[in-house]
């Protein structure tokens, strides 16, 4: 068994102070890294918030992959020998994109550009995210990157879990409304999948709207390793085996009860999936 130490870091933001929000997640991570923690992972839109009411108000605080957060946070992950997932509104030419960079003391090994937008908050003034799913092989566990909205779309985690993925980490900015899904979607994404899944939310309130944090760590037969139930601050620690999660064949009783969470897929009678959407009529 291989274990590797993960955290989710619930906190609250302050609405477009980035100095502030990086000093904070500073340090959190100096409490993750003490803690030997390898990968820690922060809510939606880290370093801004969300709540903003125009694209151009967006674009005061959002910035390319080389910009100043990016820098900051791949120093700070030389510093302490780690990885950190974190959310930014990144500049890419006119557009705007809500992504998540994944940096190690390396710098930068992926980014996720959001697929999924709800009409909410700056979600309204982004594009949606054109990479598609990738999973980034590191030393010791490979990662899958979703973002709030992405999760009530099983096709964004499966897509992860058949490229590989062991862990799939989801950073969210959940208001009122979502707890059904902060209860229930990460169990049942971890467990249709056999991944480790991550949700990790923030908490307060930022121009009238509230985050109600329940950030999970859930294993992959899709029970809780970690369960912030409130909306308060919180870090969730937990430690995961990568190899568990790739052993997609599930034996109950040999010769008798046995599944196999991908080989089992029926990818031939799934073209539905694929056509858009036309309203009944």
């Known amino acids: 068994m291989s274990q590797f130490k993960i955290a989710g870091v619930q906190m609250d933001i302050e609405f477009a102070n980035t100095d502030a929000n990086l000093e904070k997640l500073a340090s959190r991570l100096s409490e993750t890294v003490a803690e030997g923690v390898q990968l ?131 950073p969210t900015n959940w208001p009122p409304g979502s707890g059904l899904t902060s209860d229930l979607i990460p169990n049942a994404r971890a467990l249709e999948n056999h991944v480790y899944y991550m949700s990790v939310n923030r908490v307060g309130t930022e121009r009238g709207f509230d985050f109600i944090g329940k950030s999970k760590i859930c294993d992959p037969k899709g029970a809780n390793l970690a369960f912030a139930n409130h909306a308060d601050e919180a870090i969730l620690y937990a430690e995961i085996d990568p190899e568990y999660a790739r052993q997609k064949h599930l034996v109950s009783v040999p010769g008798q009860h046995e599944v196999h969470r991908m080989k089992d897929r029926r990818p031939d009678v799934y073209d539905p999936l694929s056509e858009p959407f036309v309203e009944p009529e």
Not at 62 to 69: L, Y
């Open 40 to 170: 820690t992972v922060f809510p939606e839109c880290t370093i801004t918030g969300y709540c903003f009411e125009s694209f151009e108000e967006a674009q005061t605080v959002s910035e390319p992959i080389d910009g100043p957060s990016i820098m900051r946070v791949s120093e700070l992950c030389r510093e302490h020998e780690t990885m950190v997932v974190f959310g930014f509104l990144e500049t890419a030419g006119d557009r705007i994109f809500n992504s998540l960079a994944l940096v190690d003391p390396n710098g930068v090994l992926g980014i996720y550009r959001k697929v999924h937008l709800p009409f909410l908050g700056v979600d309204r003034f982004t594009t949606p995210g054109d990479r598609g799913f990738d999973v980034i092989t590191t030393d010791q566990v490979r990662i899958g990157m979703n973002i709030c909205y992405d999760s009530s779309f099983p096709e964004a985690a499966r897509v992860l879990a058949v490229k590989g993925a062991d862990l799939i980490t989801l």
